[in-house]
């Protein structure tokens, strides 16, 4: 957890000499806001993301095992960023409060709601608890009790990523029965999402994946209309500012040219990075209704040339922490570099004979072995830290 550490000497004295003693650090607790918080206009502008305990821990205990110096001090930077906390399932709620309740003012604590019914359709790696169908479930007990610990908390400041993946599924993979059967669950649980998380300290954005998924000339359209549908259907909640991009992603921010702009279907993508896609794309949410700002995930984008291609998700090989998260972004579109994916997270489990063994997780480009999405993965962390760019 953040906070501001004060640094106290403690004497200690042996017979009739005072010794130097080490240099004993203290935390203090920063206090919270005294008075209720009312986000208009960028939340991160004059905020620091707020580096929650779950991710602050894992990053302490994988330091813990690194044995070289520097590469130790480094790992250890990684906690200081201020990394979103994923609520994946409804068990993970009760974790939510002890994460939330110390945010000091002047600070913004990032959270990702992510527990769709038929969760992750075109994919396995992170289906989810929720079957197709559960929708009052996803509802009465995972969007309910998390709005209730938010009304407990008017004074702190909130940003959330809403359902990494799944109205940009609908788009794309419209054609896949799996998600044909999870689209209804989609549109009536990020509607219902948007409009119970409607609070003046909560700040949302709707992911909308990345240039290489909805920035294809022929996908913009239908995608800003999917998205600008489901805002219109939820009420057109105030507190929407836009959507989150490269969420758990790898493209760059700004790299010019774009990464894959030598591929032969260059030619029908002109959102080569992720600038360019939210340029293309803000507009046409406006047209569909919608605000336009964003945020970009750059946790695990600071390497470029990594993939084979595009589409290629899994754990990719080489990669290395990104900019670290901040509001000046050179875009006046652009809210904020945020580190959504928790870097040394997997993103799925390398393991064939795992249920949610997904093909794209054993690819060449993929890292092996991996585990199960969201659970730790130290030996791809380490690689994270020592190809972070800029450096940590
Ligand atoms: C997983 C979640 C996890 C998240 C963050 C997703 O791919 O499905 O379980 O919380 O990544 O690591």
């Not at 649980?189 to 998380?197: D, E, H, R, T």
């Not at 490269?246 to 702009?261: C, I, L, R, Y």
């Not at 600038?275 to 605000?291: C, D, R, V």
């Not at 000046?328 to 997997?346: I, M, Q, R, Y």
Request: with cysteine; hydrophobic share 40%; proline share 6%.
């Amino acid at each position: 957890m953040k906070g501001f550490y004060t640094a106290l000497v403690a004497s200690a004295v042996t017979g009739a000499f005072a010794v130097p003693s080490p240099i004993v650090e203290e935390r203090q607790a920063a206090a919270p806001c005294t008075t209720a918080v009312t986000l208009t206009g960028n939340p991160f502008t004059g905020r620091k993301m707020f580096a929650n305990k779950d991710y602050t821990e894992k990053v302490r205990l994988a330091a813990d095992q690194i044995t070289d110096a520097s590469l130790k001090a480094k790992a250890l930077k990684v906690a200081e960023a201020g990394t979103f906390l994923w609520m994946d399932t409804r068990a993970k709620i009760e974790t939510l409060e002890d994460n939330i309740k110390d945010v000091p003012c002047g600070s913004i604590a990032g959270v990702v709601i992510y527990d769709l019914p038929g969760r992750d359709c075109a994919a396995k790696a992170s289906n989810g608890e929720l079957a197709v169908g559960d929708i009052s479930v996803y509802k009465s007990e995972y969007i309910d009790p998390i709005v209730a610990i938010f009304k407990k908390y008017p004074n702190t400041a909130f940003a959330l990523v809403i359902e990494p993946d799944s109205l940009p599924n609908l788009v794309t993979n419209a054609d896949l029965q799996t998600c044909k059967d999870s689209a209804t669950g989609y549109r009536e649980g990020v509607a219902y999402a948007l409009k119970s998380l409607n609070l003046p300290n909560i700040a949302m954005y709707i992911d909308a994946g990345h240039g290489g998924w909805l920035g294809w000339n022929d996908n913009l359209k239908p995608g800003a209309k999917e998205l600008g549908t489901v805002y219109k259907n939820a009420g057109s909640p105030k507190q929407v500012r836009g959507i989150a991009t490269n969420v758990a992603g790898w493209n760059s921010f700004d790299m010019s040219p774009g990464e894959f702009s030598k591929a032969t279907d260059a030619q029908w993508n002109k959102a080569q990075n992720e600038k360019q896609y939210i340029t293309l794309f803000s507009p046409e949410l406006k047209s569909a209704g919608m605000p336009g700002q964003a945020i970009v995930d750059t946790a695990r984008n600071g390497v470029q040339n990594l993939r084979k291609e595009w589409g290629h998700w899994c754990n990719v090989k080489g990669a290395g922490f990104g900019p670290r998260p901040t509001s000046t972004t050179g875009s006046t579109l652009v809210d904020a570099f945020v580190w959504v994916k928790p870097g040394g997270e997997s993103d799925g489990t390398s393991d064939t004979s795992a249920d949610r063994f997904d093909s794209f997780c054993g690819y060449e480009d993929a890292y092996q072995p991996a585990p199960e999405a969201g659970q730790w993965n130290q030996a791809y962390f380490e690689d994270l830290v020592k190809n972070a760019k800029p450096a940590l």
